[in-house]
């Protein structure tokens, strides 16, 4: 299995706090944001790598070279201007091999059991499958909905803080989706998501509660500097 990472972002939110790299990179405990998911990649056999890299880029590929001393296979999809999550997707395709590749985002960590994804989707006949979470606030993010874990509604914004299920950020894509999108600008939340919904795409969901956590604020930084540091991010999956 193979796995794009999405870390083209120009990171506005956390520049207080993270200024001078990219903010997957952002120090956690002596390593890269980032490199916490990639060891959770290698942990379950997902050992080829796609980093689809924009905002100062180089220093991705500086710090994880041809990914050997990390134990996986690294590939490098750089972006000449911005091209949003779904057109960072579709500029990588090239560089997979395979027939279904997993995408994340990279300033995302869910201590979950990846696999879990692809049982969901073959067991729905899907193109594709994602994780959602349960969360206490939905107010920052956009409410996903589902029924028999199928996708029925999608990033409903929300301005109440209440709880409800979210985007987890992991989803895993069939190559014939990716390759019925054109190239070019476009948001795999707000613009490809939406539309294979609309034309009857089967998109499988597979909730969890397990560690889940988004570094793109100051907030969240610092607590999964905290976790770290207290021993609350460990090996186990779920």
């Known amino acids: 299995m193979e796995a794009v990472l999405l870390c083209g972002g120009l990171g506005t939110r956390l520049r207080s706090v993270v200024s001078d790299r990219p903010k997957p990179l952002a120090d956690i405990g002596g390593k890269a944001f980032m490199e916490y998911v990639t060891d959770q990649l290698v942990q379950q056999g997902i050992r080829d790598i796609v980093f689809a890299v924009g905002y100062k880029g180089q220093m991705v590929e500086d710090y994880f070279g041809d ?37 994340l985002n990279a300033d995302t960590y869910y201590k979950i059991d990846f696999t879990r994804l692809e049982r969901c989707m073959d067991h729905a006949h899907a193109s594709m499958a994602l994780f959602t979470r349960e969360v206490p606030d939905i107010s920052r993010y956009g409410e996903v909905k589902s029924e028999r874990q199928l996708l029925c509604s999608w990033n409903e914004k929300s301005d109440a803080a209440r709880p409800g299920e979210i985007n987890g950020g992991i989803y895993l894509i069939r190559r014939e989706l990716l390759e019925s999108m054109p190239e070019g600008k476009a948001s795999l939340e707000h613009d490809w998501i939406p539309q294979w919904l609309s034309q009857g795409v089967r998109i499988a969901t597979e909730l969890s509660d397990a560690y889940f956590i988004d570094i793109g604020v100051p907030e969240s930084y610092r607590r999964f500097r905290e976790d770290v540091a207290a021993g609350r991010v460990g090996e186990d999956i779920s």
């Open 67 to 103: 990914g050997s001393r990390f134990g996986f296979r690294a590939a490098y999809s750089y972006e000449e201007e911005p091209l949003g999550t779904g057109g960072a997707i579709r500029h990588a395709l090239p560089k997979l091999r395979g027939d279904r590749a997993y995408v």
